[in-house]
Each structure stands twice: as structure tokens, then as C-alpha cells.
């Protein structure tokens, strides 16, 4: 039985078809292998971080462009593109189950195609490579990312390795496997409560509590090397 990820990959692959014309799960299969050696090659960017630090926010931003064109190369004709108003449906996109409506609902909308990459460079803007508090810094990269949503799919994964290689640059480790396999609902209500108040007085309240939750997942480079 298809699931809910594998009937909306079926339609980005209708929507954006490539000359390859993959099933559903064939594509699934190899973007999660892909991504796992994403993960495994970490290092590699970071050092990239390292080499170009007059540029950072900017090269943080082509990596997340890299990654989608990578996770969806032979996939989908729009890999490493972000969503565009000449695409169907006006190129707007929905995330997050909304509960008190039918399970074809979504809760969220992204953020309008033409102000997405206005709305990254923006976001991106905040990151450094002498942050004071590198933590902080990579919650608010990760939930506002999401919030723009710049790609059809693979926004949370992208923003995982976002912050992986951001927090590796500045000496810690996310362990977001813990995360996934033992804490993704309790996670992602509290990243939902932040996405419902973006924008407004009780957005910092909201982003603090998720904030909280999730740095506990977080150690220094050096404690985890000890283990």
C-alpha cells in the first residue's frame, strides 16, 4: 500500500517529469540513499564552510540548492530549482497535516514563489561563522526555512543537514537520528506552534520552547569523540 510521502512524490513525478520516468518508490529508495551519503560526507562541507568564511551565509545557501539538485537529480526536472509561479498550481505548496480537517488538508501554505529566495537570503543572513550562539542560530535557520519551504520536497531534510554542517563548523553534533526515530511528533508539534505564530509578538516565546526541547540532542564535537 503507497503511503502519504510516496503518493506526493507521485505527483511531483507527473507534475516534473525527467527522460528517467521512475516509480514512486524507486525514487524514495534512491533519495534516501542519497541522503545517506550526504550525511557521511559531512565533513567535506564543512571544510568548504571553512574555505569560504567571507562568504558564508551565501555558501550555506548554495549548498541547500546543491542538496535538492543532488537528492533529485534524474528525478524530477526541477531538481535544484526552487518552486516558480509558472508551475502548476500557481507554484504554491502545502505542509503540515491539520488535524481538524480531513487528512488531504494541509496546515501550512510556503511562502509566495516570488519572495522566496528575498525571504532566504534574509534568513541566511543571521548565520556566522563567529556566531556566539551557534544553537540558537540553527533552530531559527531550521524552522524558518521550512516555513519558506522554497522546495516542493525535502525541506526538512535539507534543513537537517543544514544545521548538521553548521553546528560541525562550530564544534558540536546533532543527533537527529534520536530525534527521528523517538521524538519526530513531539518535534514537529512544537516546530507547528512556531510556523502558526511567525510573524507575530509570540513567535520568540514559541521558538524558545521548541528551542528548549531540542538542544538537548545537541553535544560538543569533543564529548562525542570521548564516547
Not at 58 to 79: C, M, P, Q, R
Not at 99 to 110: E, L, V
Not at 166 to 185: N, S
Request: aromatic share 14%; proline share 4%.
Amino acid at each position: 500500500m503507497r503511503n502519504n510521502e510516496e503518493r506526493y512524490l507521485e505527483s511531483l513525478l507527473s507534475d516534473f517529469p525527467c527522460d528517467k520516468h521512475l516509480e514512486a518508490a524507486q525514487a524514495l529508495t534512491s533519495i534516501a540513499t542519497r541522503y545517506t551519503q550526504l550525511e557521511e560526507s559531512a565533513s567535506d562541507f564543512v571544510l568548504l564552510l571553512r574555505e569560504n568564511t567571507d562568504t558564508f551565509p551565501a555558501t550555506l545557501l548554495e549548498i541547500a540548492v546543491l542538496l535538492h539538485g543532488y537528492l533529485f537529480k534524474d528525478i524530477l526536472s526541477n531538481a535544484g530549482v526552487y518552486r516558480k509561479a509558472k508551475d502548476p498550481g500557481g507554484g504554491f505548496v502545502g505542509f503540515g497535516k491539520d488535524k481538524s480537517r480531513n487528512a488531504s488538508q494541509t496546515q501550512f501554505r510556503g511562502s509566495p514563489p516570488s519572495k522566496i529566495e528575498a525571504e532566504l537570503r534574509k534568513i541566511f543572513r543571521i548565520l556566522s561563522p563567529s556566531d556566539p550562539d551557534p544553537l540558537w542560530t540553527s533552530m531559527e535557520l531550521y524552522q524558518k526555512f521550512v516555513h519558506v519551504h522554497p522546495f516542493y520536497d525535502a525541506n526538512g531534510r535539507i534543513a537537517r543537514f543544514l544545521v548538521m554542517i553548521y553546528l560541525q563548523f562550530h564544534g558540536y553534533y546533532i543527533q537527529w537520528k534520536i530525534i527521528e526515530e523517538k521524538h519526530k511528533d513531539k518535534f514537529l508539534k512544537k516546530l507547528n506552534q512556531c510556523h502558526l505564530r511567525s510573524g507575530s509578538d509570540k513567535y520568540g516565546k514559541y521558538l524558545d520552547f521548541l528551542f528548549k526541547f531540542w538542544k538537548e540532542f545537541v553535544i560538543p564535537i569533543g564529548q562525542l569523540e570521548k564516547s
